[in-house]
């Protein structure tokens, strides 16, 4: 039995791919090694699933080539993405630009999803990991195996849409199994590493900051050279740095250090306010300790720490504290990848490999990352769809 369009992972690119295909009168399989559908999808916004943003501009994307991009959203954009949910019965939900569903339940985007594949009668196999794919005589040839029972199968397809995802989250079903699947069908990989993700600090005080969430503002440098930077909510843990001004660094953290390189971050704790203001606060008025006047300005515990220094030091320190990163939180704490196929081996009109006919490739196992927001959810419909249109 040879299947008509074989889709290789139900997360949120695939099933869209899948659903887009079969739209067209397509017959298609999908092979998903987890037990479910999308269970990716469940954690993202915080289990509320941030599916899109109003704002799409290019620079929030991250890749070697921002024309592909441009490309694929200009295919299926934010707006498609959207009518596509509405149409289906999401009620969207706009905070500042960020969309979600008006429940703020990512079940429900999920739920819409694998309602349309069953709908559409798509061939769904559970539990069934490809262990290799091999191009012969016009056909692709997928070996898996079962999970469950152990049982190995053949699977022919006359078109292949790879929609594995990267390695972050593995327990969700991200591996990093499309990565050495698409190197053996001769893509390039640019190498993978965790973004979105935490960054880990040499400094003993992170210890004492567990739990202290602040405004401020992160900025990046690479052997001393500026890197990238971001405002809002910092988290500070027993090991270092979080929150979403670090997750929007963090992937040039990962890169830097993944060439040894030396990264360093600078907290700005009061970003509103010139290091001039800052000291003639904490000099004025001598009815209050300076640790009462820091008390009023930043968490007692981040104040703690800051009056083991004299007044200069201090005020150096609240508006640019500088500490070494050693690490980030890997793979499993990220929410992304960045790295993957190389963009320039995949056609950005049809998401079809330029290498191998009748190949097709979505989602985060592409070279291209976006930041926090819904961007890389929307890449994942984008990419999905166009894949699905063209099949």
């Not at 929150?243 to 830097?256: D, E, L, T």
């Not at 009109?349 to 890389?376: A, P, R, W």
Request: with cysteine.
């Amino acid at each position: 039995m040879i299947h008509e369009v074989v889709v290789a992972g139900g997360g949120a690119s695939g099933m869209m791919a899948a659903i887009t295909a079969a739209g067209r009168g397509k017959k298609v399989t999908i092979l998903e090694h987890m037990d479910r559908l999308g269970k990716k999808i469940l954690m993202t916004g915080n289990g509320r699933c941030n599916y899109s943003n109003i704002n799409q501009n290019i620079s929030c994307y991250r890749t070697s080539d921002k024309g592909f991009v441009e490309d694929v959203l200009n295919k299926f954009s934010q707006r498609e993405a959207t009518e596509f949910f509405k149409q289906n019965g999401i009620v969207t939900k706009n905070r500042n630009g960020y969309l979600y569903p008006n429940s703020g339940q990512a079940s429900v985007i999920n739920d819409i999803l694998r309602i349309k594949c069953e709908n559409l009668g798509i061939n769904i196999l559970y539990n069934m990991e490809c262990t290799s794919v091999k191009k012969d005589n016009g056909f692709f040839r997928l070996k898996c195996t079962n999970k469950e029972n152990g049982r190995q199968n053949e699977i022919k397809a006359g078109s292949l849409i790879i929609s594995t995802g990267g390695k972050s989250y593995s327990k969700t079903g991200s591996d990093g199994s499309g990565y050495t699947i698409l190197k053996k069908l001769g893509h390039s990989i640019v190498k993978p590493l965790p973004a979105l993700t935490s960054l880990h600090c040499s400094e003993k005080f992170f210890k004492s900051l567990k739990g202290v969430r602040c405004d401020g503002k992160v900025i990046l440098y690479v052997e001393g050279r500026y890197a990238a930077e971001d405002k809002g909510e910092i988290q500070l843990t027993d090991y270092g740095i979080s929150g979403i001004p670090v997750f929007q660094v963090s992937r040039y953290a990962s890169i830097a250090l993944d060439k040894k390189k030396k990264v360093t971050a600078v907290i700005d704790f009061l970003p509103d306010m010139k290091a001039d203001e800052v000291k003639k606060l904490l000099q004025n008025d001598n009815s209050f300790t300076l640790e009462q006047k820091l008390n009023g300005m930043i968490n007692k515990k981040l104040s703690a720490v800051m009056l083991k220094y004299n007044l200069d030091e201090i005020i150096k320190n609240l508006k640019s504290m500088k500490v070494n990163v050693t690490a980030t939180g890997g793979f499993e704490q990220s929410q992304v990848c960045t790295g993957g196929v190389n963009v320039n081996e995949i056609c950005s009109t049809t998401m079809e490999s330029k290498i191998v006919k009748n190949l097709f490739i979505t989602g985060e196992v592409i070279d291209v990352d976006g930041v926090c927001g819904g961007y890389n959810l929307q890449w994942a419909w984008s990419t999905g769809f166009i894949a699905g249109s063209n099949c």
